[in-house]
């Protein structure tokens, strides 16, 4: 089953509005906007610099910099899915901001925009692409010599749950893999496809995300996206049914566990 992020144009537009949903709340829960912050601290985001954000997605991230004290520059974000981006238009067009513009692209080689950006960010995208060299290749493209480049994703392969039924808190997991990570371990080979392309890391920066006692994110994703997975046949809907009221017993009993480590590289292209 291939990665949903990569045919979100394909899917019916329930599971659109839901995609689009899921990515403004995670936008705004604590955890990411603080692992989010905080890389934009320690790299440092050129205030007046022009930014590009690739797969942008509904464009949460391309507002949350556009948003930041003295924030006096430009940002630009591209996906691949023209309802998304439709999504971010219309958000941003209900803000006040008026620095950010998004057009519809294929993040892994387009001729467009060529050495035009100080940064190049791309968050939670990596992992979704077909290609991720491809990928890497087009962002440093898009940089300016000297520019920068910010890869954040999770490194998927760590995600975990614990909800008391052990059996079914392996096989659940990966089923929700197989639905919308198509490169579990890309967050590990990533510096191998930096060092091919002749590029230094900056930064490397971990985090882990982790919910125990309640949670939001991780029953979200799986209460999201298990379904999907039995849609298409790769499991029983009564085992995911039983696996999704696992998670809620767990809650309710203030015992459930779910966490999964993000990783964010910085590098610069060579003037
Ligand atoms: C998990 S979402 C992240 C969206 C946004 N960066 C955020 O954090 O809210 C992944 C995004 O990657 C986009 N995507 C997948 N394949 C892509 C490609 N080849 N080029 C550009 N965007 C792509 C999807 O359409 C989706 O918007």
């Known amino acids: 089953m291939p990665d949903i992020f990569q045919f979100i144009d394909d899917i019916n537009s329930d599971k659109q509005s839901m995609v689009a949903e899921r990515l403004e709340s995670r936008a705004q829960m604590a955890q990411f906007a603080a692992i989010r912050e905080r890389y934009f601290d320690k790299i440092g985001l ?65 001729d467009l925009h060529d050495a035009q950006y100080d940064l ?63 490169n579990r371990f890309v967050m590990r080979e990533l510096p191998r496809l930096f060092q091919q392309s002749d ?26 996206y298990c379904p999907i997975a039995a849609d298409n046949g790769f499991v029983e809907a009564t085992e995911v049914e039983d696996w999704l009221n696992a998670i809620d017993h767990a809650m309710s009993e203030n015992v459930f566990f779910g966490a999964c480590n993000f990783v964010t590289y910085c590098a610069s292209k060579p003037g």
């Open 120 to 182: 190049v960010i791309a968050h939670t995208v990596i992992s979704h692409v077909a290609s991720p060299a491809a990928f890497l290749g087009e962002a440093i493209r898009l940089a300016k010599p000297g520019g920068r480049i910010v890869i954040h994703d999770g490194d998927y392969a760590s995600l975990t749950f614990d909800t008391g039924r052990p059996e079914l808190d392996r096989k659940m997991p990966e089923l929700i893999l197989q639905a919308v990570v198509a």
């Open 46 to 110: 050129p205030a007046k610099g022009s930014i590009h954000e690739l797969g942008c997605g509904t464009g949460a991230v391309c507002r949350a910099i556009a948003l930041r004290p003295g924030f006096a520059g430009t940002v630009v974000g591209s996906d691949l899915s023209a309802s998304l981006i439709e999504t971010a238009n219309e958000i941003t067009a209900k803000t006040d901001l008026r620095n950010i513009r998004f057009y519809q692209a294929d993040g892994q080689g387009s």
């Open 199 to 224: 590029i230094s890391i900056t930064h490397a920066i971990g985090d882990v995300v982790l919910e125990t006692g309640n949670g939001e994110y991780f029953p979200g994703l799986a209460k999201s």
